[in-house]
């Protein structure tokens, strides 16, 4: 069964850092290009960066480049996004997800809350 | 950068009805990248339909999916107590790679 366990949220000031995690499971991890997708409360579904399995090629949401950092441990199976200078405008549940076919995500964590407040 | 468009906001349906959703893109999308999606409030989104059509593992006949180019319709053909949620469309591209739809809401009549 595929699994993917995210961590590291929490309530961060503006101008703030937070590193999120993602542990997998039950699938090759190494094999897949994962994501992070985030929700603003209320709010719709946004792509916020990619990572290729080779863990070099990766994108970026122009709204978090520059500040956001996406990197993969193909041995350890675990995502990662490093964020820094976070903005009230980044508060979101923030999901990890696996690349699908035709450029579809087929599985989603069940997030993990960071809430960018003084 | 891809726009997707999802329409109507809100459908109101009874259980048993047939519901179509609309997603309509701002350009062309290649290679039948185009996905929809399931959320719950709580949950975090289901995969449905990928590559317009194709419907994920597990997933019911009842969910259906088609279009081409710019226009794609998401259909669930009777509709049962657990579909009642928020459905989004996406693509997969160019800057940005991903994006999605504003989402549509079907809820109880």
């Known amino acids: 069964e595929v699994q993917l366990v995210e961590s590291g949220g929490g309530l961060v000031q503006p101008g703030g850092s937070l590193s999120l995690s993602c542990a997998a499971s039950?699938?090759?991890?190494?094999?897949?290009?994962m994501y992070w997708v985030r929700q603003a409360p209320g709010k719709g579904l946004v792509w916020v960066s990619r990572i290729h399995s080779d863990e070099i090629q990766i994108k970026y949401a122009d709204s978090v480049k520059g500040r956001f950092t996406i990197s993969r441990d193909n041995v350890k199976s675990t995502l990662f996004l490093r964020m820094n200078s976070l903005r009230v405008d980044d508060t979101a549940v923030y999901y990890c997800?696996?690349?699908?076919?035709?450029?579809?995500?087929?599985?989603w964590g069940q997030g993990t809350l960071v809430a960018v407040s003084s | 950068e891809i726009v997707l468009t999802q329409s109507p906001g809100t459908l109101a349906l009874s259980p048993g009805e047939r519901a179509t959703l609309s997603c309509r893109a701002s350009q062309t999308i290649d290679m039948n990248h185009l996905a929809w999606y399931q959320q719950k409030p709580g949950q975090a989104p289901r995969l449905l339909i990928f590559g317009i059509s194709k419907r994920a593992t597990g997933i019911p006949d009842r969910f259906s999916g088609s279009g081409s180019g710019t226009d794609f319709t998401f259909t669930i053909s009777r509709l049962e107590p657990e579909d009642f949620a928020v459905y989004y469309c996406q693509q997969y591209g160019d800057s940005p790679e991903v994006t999605f739809g504003g989402g549509t809401r079907v809820e109880i009549k």
């Open positions: 039950g699938f090759t991890f190494k094999d897949y290009w």
């Open positions: 997800a696996r690349g699908g076919t035709h450029g579809s995500i087929d599985y």
